[in-house]
């Protein structure tokens, strides 16, 4: 199955992209799909643990995605 995986701010700097496009077998997590993304270059000095959300609501690793999904990989927010 495919997915579409949305980058942000820290994220698509280090990564050099915004978006990705992941190939997983059936039956893939969130957390499966959060694994792919730390296995790319550069991606070893993103937070080991950051907030995700699956079709725009926010998801627990185990949750099982579905072809076409949209996972969001959102970066630490700062502000005061």
Known sequence: MTVTVLLFASYADL????????????????GDALGHVQSFPGADRLPPN?????NERYARRDQ?????????????????
Do not use: R
């Open 15 to 30: 990564l050099g992209t915004n978006q990705l496009a992941l190939d997983l077998s059936d039956g893939a997590t969130a």
């Open 64 to 80: 099982v995605l579905a072809t076409g999904d949209q996972i969001a990989i959102i970066p630490p927010v700062a502000g005061g």
């Open 50 to 54: 950051p907030l995700i959300a699956v």
